[in-house]
């Protein structure tokens, strides 16, 4: 199979009217600072966790649903980089990052691509993705864990951070309760964070942690590691082993 990552244009693409974000490109990073806790902590986890699998050697990067190019920005200071590949399923998103970035030394490039349609390219020793998978359910839950399997060299490592569903109700209550808190500290109204929890199961789905383990192993990875838990997002490692026959080599449900 061909790989489905490709060049971004500068034009809207269907892909943008798909674009699940509640929020556009401009003023993006400050909206998503009031949402999230911890936001620029989940980019300071990620470098971490790559520079203590890659300590010596420089990284190919692929991130996916990249946004305006934080995780980039991040990775840049802290990462020595071979590459950095930004795939987002928004041209408006990528076209931000491109211009940020516009001067880096870095060899970059930048694809208009949805999470489960990377495809089987084999060339990253890191795949990024942050705030993307929740998005997706079911099948396309799968095949975004899937792509990145496959976007990966053997020995490769992914991380995703995403919104995550707690094991109990007891739980989730004070979770949720503590994001409220967040929000609320942060100036948005009550009607405001009603809206935003609303969308739970109706714009983004949650996985319980017991459930994205097992299907992060029947895609083909091995040493999963939750890094991070914060209110209602779980951030999780996973390595591509060196030699495999697993589930990530057959083709996806679309193929």
Not at 1 to 26: E, G, I, V
Not at 172 to 192: K, S, V
Not at 194 to 208: D, G, N
């Amino acid at each position: 199979a061909t790989a489905s990552l490709k060049p971004a244009a500068a034009r809207r693409t269907r892909a943008d009217r798909m674009n699940p974000t509640p929020f556009p490109a401009t003023g993006y990073d400050a909206e998503i600072r009031r949402t999230v806790p911890q936001y620029d902590e989940f980019f300071r986890i990620i470098c971490s966790a790559v520079r203590s699998h890659f300590p010596d050697n420089p990284v190919d990067w692929l991130d996916v649903g990249c946004g305006t190019g934080r995780m980039f920005e991040e990775a840049a200071e802290k990462i020595p980089l071979r590459s950095f590949a930004f795939a987002d399923s928004s041209s408006e998103m990528l076209e931000t990052a491109r211009r940020r970035f516009s001067e880096t030394s870095v060899p970059t490039q930048f694809f208009v691509c949805r999470a489960e349609k990377i495809g089987k390219t084999g060339k990253y020793d890191v795949v990024s993705s942050v705030l993307v998978n929740h998005y997706l359910n079911g099948c396309a839950r799968r095949n975004a864990y899937q792509s990145a399997w496959q976007a990966l060299r053997p020995g490769g490592t992914y991380i995703c951070f995403e919104n995550y569903d707690p094991e109990t109700e007891k739980e989730y209550l004070l979770r949720r309760d503590e994001w409220i808190g967040f929000q609320r500290a942060n100036g948005r109204t009550a009607e405001e964070c009603s809206a935003h929890l609303a969308r739970r199961f109706r714009a983004y789905f949650p996985y319980k942690l017991s459930a994205l383990v097992p299907l992060l192993r029947e895609v083909g990875f091995e040493k999963i590691t939750v890094l991070h838990t914060s209110c209602l997002q779980a951030g999780v490692l996973a390595q591509k082993p060196f030699l495999s026959t697993s589930s990530g080599n057959r083709p996806s449900a679309d193929n």
